[in-house]
Structures are given as C-alpha cells and as structure tokens.
C-alpha cells in the first residue's frame, strides 16, 4: 500500500504549499509519520516527522520554523504546511512512516519554487 502525497505545485520565492497525505488506519495510527524529500541528483531526505501520539515533532535543520508537520488522527492524515519557501525546496516530497518502510513509498509530490 503506497501513501500518496498530494499539494505540490509551482510556487515563488517566498510563497507557501500545504502537503497532505492520507494513510489507512493501520498504518497511521500505531506509526510515527515523516515527510521527505529528493531533489534531482541528491538522496532522499527527511525533511519534519512527528510521533504517533502528535506531540513530539523534528525537523531538518534547513526548513526549521518555516515548515510545520502536523497530523489530524480523525482523517488519518499528515499535513506538511511549508512557508517562506525557497528555490532550494524544490524537489520531490512524499510521505512515508518514520522510519520509513519501502512498501510505503508512493510517486511523490513535485515541489518547484522558481521566480
């Protein structure tokens, strides 16, 4: 079962995407949940991940109070609100467990900000 992100798009220097991912149940309620990145030519990366009970979050050093990881238990979903984005937060995003299982993995989210 892959997890899909959705959200991505084109964006300006400066501007704001939201990223949403939707998970079964079993998967989503009994895992911490992470977002991560590629960026052409470079690994995957994680980016913010936030623990299973929404109270503990991490995030990479580069993308500190300007994205925020959230998780809505209801809809079994994890959100990835990402502000003053910049052109080196172009890549493509996906959402996966945390740590991230191999089965999980879906197409991604394409995240391009360029003036």
């Known amino acids: 079962v892959q997890l899909q992100a959705s959200g991505g798009g084109l964006v300006q220097p400066g501007g704001s995407l939201r990223l949403s991912c939707t998970a079964s149940?079993?998967?989503?309620?009994?895992?911490?949940m992470g977002w991560y990145r590629q960026a052409p030519g470079q690994e995957r990366e994680l980016v913010a991940s936030?623990?299973?009970?929404?109270?503990?979050?991490y995030y990479a050093g580069d993308v500190r109070y300007r994205f925020t990881i959230t998780r809505d238990s209801a809809k079994n979903s994890v959100s990835l609100q990402m502000n003053s984005l910049k052109p080196e937060d172009t890549a493509v995003y996906y959402c996966?467990?945390?740590?991230?299982?191999?089965?999980?993995w879906g197409q991604g989210t394409q995240v391009t900000v360029s003036s």
């Open positions: 996966n467990t945390h740590p991230p299982l191999a089965p999980y």
């Open positions: 149940a079993h998967i989503f309620q009994v895992n911490n």
């Open positions: 936030i623990w299973k009970d929404g109270k503990n979050t």
